[in-house]
Nanobody, 115 residues
Framework: QVQLVESGGGLVQAGGSLRLSCAAS????????MGWYRQAPGKQRELVAALTSADTTNYADSVKGRFTISRDNAKNTVYLQMNNLKPEDTAVYYCNLRFLITDYWGQGTQVTVSS
C-alpha cells in the first residue's frame, strides 16, 4: 500500500514562490510516474505537472516556465517548485503516484495566492 503525504502549501502574494513536497511510502516510487494535480473551487481537477521514472516531464500550458517538478528517489519524494505565482493558481494541490494502471492520491494541500 502506498501513502502520499503533501506539505508546503500556504498563503503567498502574487509573484511569490512556494515549494510543495510529497513523500511516498512503499517501494515503487522510483519506477512510478509522479504528478501534481490541482482543483480550484467549482472546477475539475487538472494536471499541473508530471514526471516519469525516465525523467520525462509534462506541464500544463498555464504553468510552463513558472513551475518545475523534480524527484529524489533516495528520499521517495517529489517536489513542485512554483515561482511567479498568480491568483489563478489558487487551488488544492494533490500529489499523484501512478504505477501501471493504479493511481494513488495524497490528501491535498491548499495553495492560496493573493493579488
Amino acid at each position: 500500500q502506498v501513502q502520499l503525504v503533501e506539505s508546503g502549501g500556504g498563503l503567498v502574494q502574487a509573484g511569490g514562490s512556494l515549494r510543495l513536497s510529497c513523500a511516498a511510502s512503499g517501494s515503487i516510487f522510483s519506477i512510478s510516474t509522479m504528478g501534481w494535480y490541482r482543483q480550484a473551487p467549482g472546477k475539475q481537477r487538472e494536471l499541473v505537472a508530471a514526471l516519469t521514472s525516465a525523467d520525462t516531464t509534462n506541464y500544463a500550458d498555464s504553468v510552463k516556465g513558472r513551475f518545475t517538478i523534480s524527484r529524489d528517489n533516495a528520499k521517495n519524494t517529489v517536489y513542485l517548485q512554483m515561482n511567479n505565482l498568480k491568483p489563478e493558481d489558487t487551488a488544492v494541490y494533490y500529489c499523484n503516484l501512478r504505477f501501471l494502471i493504479t493511481d494513488y492520491w495524497g490528501q491535498g494541500t491548499q495553495v492560496t495566492v493573493s493579488s
